[in-house]
């Protein structure tokens, strides 16, 4: 199957709004002093392990800052091989960190995962949450596996 240029530049943009999202989101939480994701709280003995909540959150957005310019990069992969090559290799290592916490959320959501914390209070947020970042590892895969096709192809 060919994908054109097209559908990898359309996935790239929608990894990068992913990214940001989840970058407002983080700094909404350090706003308000709080861990977590949106629609999952985090239990009140994580915040005995947290010096600075709000710095955590802040680190937090600064790392959806990078995982957004990545994204970016993948609307028009670099010409260089190494920097491409780079540019790939990153992006997969993000497509399944977040991925993973999508499973890890959602199977905490479905009251699968009861160590990983309560399932979420407000189950609307918290699905949102979790479409959101599963859109976001989809489109950001998409645009990885096209960034590799046309350096293959």
Known sequence: MNRSPGTQR???LTACAGALAYTVSK???ARNGELGMPGFPAPP???ASIADVTAAQLG??????VMAVVALLLVR????????????????????????????????AAG???????????????????AVG?????????????A?????G
């Open 27 to 29: 700094v909404d939480l």
């Open 10 to 12: 359309i996935a790239a």
């Open 134 to 146: 599963a859109v976001w590892v989809a489109a950001w895969s998409v645009a990885a596996v096209g």
């Open 45 to 47: 003995e994580a915040y």
């Open 112 to 130: 699968l995962a009861p160590a990983l914390g309560a399932t979420p209070p407000a189950m609307g947020t918290a699905l949102a949450a979790l």
């Open 60 to 65: 937090n957005a600064g790392l959806g800052l």
């Open 77 to 108: 992969p670099p010409a260089a091989r190494r920097l491409r090559l780079g540019v790939v290799v990153v992006s997969w290592f993000g497509i399944l960190m977040i991925g993973a916490g999508v499973i890890g959320f959602g199977a905490r």
């Open 148 to 152: 590799v096709r046309r350096t293959t």
